[in-house]
């Protein structure tokens, strides 16, 4: 058995692809959240020079066509195909896993990449909080409903594959029941506090989800490093990354003339190699 390669910190998500090109050549894959300057994105852009086929899947359908165009402009042979998904709409959800399931192609991966906006304490359509219907109540249920697409993918040689992109803040904080239930209390919320929870779920669901199908199934969460995407770009959200020791935004730089604090700044195209 030959010895995988070493990856660093510095690793590009276009070098990991080009060593595994060959384990992504003929897979179907379907990433959540790919807004340009985002990580899923970056994700469909790093699979799209390989795989046969990549859903982009996400609320805004502008910003599908947006996201699609920059593909194909770089990568010619890229076979993209965007899927409407409101992960904050269970109905959107059941609608979504419909159409996928009526694709002719089989689905080999699903990424879930998407999350919700941090800010004020604001209820989904379904009554749920944000962070936790977009992060992780509409993700756990287009993995139920497209778990037998994937099951139906799996050969002597391939395991399907569902991926969470979580964060190192699910240690901050376990899952709050009353929070995951209709209309929640507004004085229980805290923006980083329910950002933190919706990534534990993450991260307990694909453990729990590993488990239970018992090899058919491989299931993964990650921490892609601390990255400024749209998400951190937004009101409020430096401001807990300070607290948390991420960055030293915007008072003061470190010793190596940056905000972050050393060692925890990654680029989209780093983080996504993760």
């Known amino acids: 058995m030959s010895s995988l390669p070493t990856f660093t910190s510095i690793t590009t998500a276009k070098e990991v692809a080009t060593v595994f090109a060959d384990h992504i050549r003929g897979k179907n894959v379907l990433v959540t959240g790919p807004t340009i300057n985002g990580l899923g994105f970056e994700t469909a852009r790093a699979l799209a020079g390989y795989a046969n086929l ?125 929070m995951l239930c209709t209309n929640p209390d507004p004085a229980r919320y805290s923006v980083y506090g329910a950002y933190a929870q919706a990534k534990t779920a993450n991260v307990l669901t694909a453990r729990e989800l590993s488990r239970r199908a018992g090899g058919r199934i491989n299931a993964y969460s990650l921490h892609p490093g601390t990255i400024f995407t749209n998400a951190q770009l937004r009101e409020g959200v430096k401001e807990h990354m300070v607290a948390l020791g991420l960055t030293a935004f915007p008072t003061r730089r470190n010793s190596n003339g940056r905000h972050w604090v050393e060692g925890q700044q990654r680029k989209f195209r780093t983080g996504v190699s993760t």
């Open 54 to 178: 990549v859903v982009i899947a996400g609320y805004n359908l502008e910003r599908l066509k947006l996201a699609e165009a920059a593909i194909t402009a770089e990568i010619p042979s890229a076979n993209i195909r965007f899927l409407v998904l409101d992960l904050a709409s269970l109905a959107s959800v059941r609608a979504a896993a419909a159409q996928v399931n009526a694709y002719p192609e089989p689905l080999h991966v699903l990424i879930h990449n998407a999350a919700a906006p941090g800010g004020e304490f604001k209820l989904s359509e379904d009554h749920l909080e944000m962070h936790l219907a977009v992060d992780h109540v509409g993700p756990f249920l287009l993995t139920k409903l497209l778990a037998p697409r994937l099951l139906a993918a799996k050969t002597a040689s391939y395991t399907p594959r569902v991926v969470y992109v979580s964060s190192s803040a699910h240690t901050l904080a376990g899952v709050d029941l009353a």
